[in-house]
């Protein structure tokens, strides 16, 4: 569950409408390719651990943002809006209904303000939101990953 440090009956804020591939491998490890693969192992675990959208300092706040989204997560996963301002967003869903694990459903779920947004296969949504407050709003979807948040399937709001 993610929260945004806001209790959820509070949620007067918010106004909705509408491989890398390695290359040949080396029979005879050397201590130091043993050694890199140790360091990559510690970087995929520390990416792992720290895996919030990061948002890019200086990127502008948008009124209208489209979102492509499938079992790798939300593109783009953060981004900035005004406080007060309606912000259009198109969810546009690309997974198949064929995909296992979900049939190709995903959801676009703020969990701080109780939204939830049901993404049919193969669908587009577009809903009109104003993020009354500023603050950091995380998404994320809780479908088509064996009924987990799928650790690539979250994103960001920042509301300022
Ligand atoms: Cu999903």
Do not use: W
Request: glycine share 14%; proline share 8%; with cysteine.
């Amino acid at each position: 569950m993610i929260r945004a440090g806001r209790a959820p009956s509070t949620c007067s804020g918010v106004v909705v409408t509408g491989g890398a591939h390695d290359g040949p491998a080396d029979p005879r490890p050397t201590a130091r390719r043993r050694l890199g693969t140790l360091l990559a192992a510690v970087l995929v675990l520390a990416g792992l651990m720290a895996s919030k959208p990061a948002l890019v300092p200086g990127d502008a706040p948008v009124t209208a943002m489209r979102i492509r989204v499938d079992t790798a997560g939300f593109r783009p996963s953060a981004f900035r809006v005004r406080a007060g301002k309606p912000v259009v967003l198109t969810l546009a869903n690309e997974d198949n209904p064929f995909r296992s694990g979900g049939g190709g459903y995903h959801r676009f779920v703020i969990e701080s303000l109780g939204v939830r947004k049901v993404l049919e296969p193969l669908s587009t949504q577009t809903f009109q939101l104003v993020l009354m407050e500023p603050g950091r709003y995380e998404f994320s979807c809780d479908v088509g990953h064996g009924g987990m948040p799928g650790a690539a399937m979250r994103g960001v709001l920042m509301a300022e």
